[in-house]
């Protein structure tokens, strides 16, 4: 019998994680590795970020902060979602926490009882589900595929909803997609949740600046549902933070002191000095976050011009993030040229690290088998390279 509790046996490893650690594992060899599995911005975090941490420390801001995070930030966010989002709070209504990761956690174990039901729209991030089961809840699928460009339905949606559904969770812009849902698709998604006010909306919103369609949209912009959107953001994409592990969520009162109680007995308030320059980040606003996304805008055209001329994948073209998700399922059911056969999308993801030598993700960690996940947050060189390489990679297999 195992030592361990039967609630880390019943927990995956993350996917993402893993195929990073096998890339850098290789890398240590001397092997020359071109690592496209990481949802990490390749930019360092702007110079007066990191200038305010510096003073933070000699501030001596290195004590135990408030738990849900200095007034002073959470009034930063205030603003933050006033002025961007159009989205009216109040600073009691601000949790910050060790990473959009963290609240995403905190939320579900303040909502979630044993047996009640989250519907994720399938592909979704990797640790939904996972966090789900954590909290003894039961995800529900809504599967899509690459013709719908990965949304979902307001049919689909209902048909999903039953009496013991308490949680929708989605993203968009949508890791591992790159899909985006306008006002309007948000809109049809919203009159179902009219009918079905038990039903709670984590909005994860952590990609909002990498958006090549417009303005970013939120679902917690709809007065009629206002209440029941927890929204999920943080400095880790936006800013290029994510080693400072600096996150937040947005939502009614009553919720978010339950997860400043939750944090209050686990975490407790995050890093003094990360929190200090979360408020410069905000304040100095975003110029350096759309140089960022003109860099990916272009990256983007190239991997999809790139991805189209390889035989036997299908890929669409995302509307935000940094990621490509190709249907690579033609590939299914043939061989290496050491004879082994292709049987999913770890086993081609495995393939194109060992032969190609590019880290990629395989799609069923994310819910959808038929596919596999590229970050093309890397040089435009390198991407070229990887690209030509998963090609030739592909070639050989027959
Ligand atoms: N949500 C999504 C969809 C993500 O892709 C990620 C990071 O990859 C996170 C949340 C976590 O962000 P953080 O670094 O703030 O924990």
């Not at 361990?4 to 995956?12: E, F, G, P």
């Not at 305010?52 to 966010?77: C, F, H, M, W």
Request: some cysteine.
């Amino acid at each position: 019998p195992s030592i361990l509790s039967d609630r880390i046996n019943n927990l995956s490893e993350s996917a993402t994680l893993k195929m990073t650690k096998l890339g850098r594992e290789l890398a240590a060899k001397g092997i020359n590795v071109i690592s496209l599995s990481v949802g990490e911005p390749d930019f360092n975090t702007p110079e007066h970020v990191k200038q305010a941490a510096k003073q933070a420390l000699d501030d001596n801001y290195t004590r135990y902060s408030p738990v849900p995070g200095y007034p002073e930030l959470r009034k930063a966010i205030v603003k933050k979602l006033k002025d961007e989002n159009g989205l009216d709070y109040d600073v009691s209504q601000i949790v910050v926490s060790t990473g959009a990761k963290q609240s995403l956690s905190n939320a579900i174990l303040t909502l979630i009882n044993p047996g009640d039901e989250v519907i994720i729209p399938t592909p979704y991030w990797v640790s939904y589900s996972e966090m789900v089961t954590l909290a003894e809840g039961q995800s529900v699928f809504i599967h899509t595929t690459i013709d719908s460009d990965f949304k979902i339905t307001p049919e689909e949606l209902e048909a999903a909803i039953t009496p013991r559904t308490k949680l929708f969770m989605f993203s968009s812009p949508c890791n591992p997609t790159g899909s985006v849902y306008s006002r309007a698709e948000l809109e049809s998604l919203v009159r179902v949740f009219e009918k079905y006010p038990q039903v709670y909306i984590i909005s994860d919103e952590i990609y909002e600046h990498i958006n090549f369609i417009g303005k970013h949209e939120s679902i917690a912009q709809f007065e009629s549902i206002r209440d029941r959107v927890i929204l999920i953001n943080g400095f880790s994409k936006a800013f290029a933070m994510t080693g400072w592990r600096l996150g937040y969520l947005a939502a009614d009162k009553a919720i978010a002191a339950a997860n400043d109680k939750l944090q209050g007995q686990t975490t407790s308030g995050t890093c003094s000095i990360a929190q200090r320059a979360g408020i410069v980040a905000l304040e100095q606003g975003l110029d350096t976050v759309l140089e960022m996304k003109e860099a990916f805008a272009r990256r983007r055209e190239l991997v999809y011009n790139l991805l189209k001329e390889i035989p036997g994948v299908k890929t669409n073209l995302p509307q935000g993030a940094f990621y490509f998700f190709p249907d690579i399922s033609s590939f299914f059911g043939k061989k290496d040229p050491q004879g082994n056969a292709i049987k999913d999308s770890a086993d081609l993801a495995l393939y194109l690290l060992n032969e190609a030598h590019v880290a990629t993700v395989g799609g069923d960690s994310f819910g959808n088998n038929n596919y596999i996940r590229l970050s093309y947050a890397a040089s435009d060189e390198s991407l070229k390279e990887a690209l030509r390489r998963i090609k030739e990679a592909l070639a050989k297999l027959g």
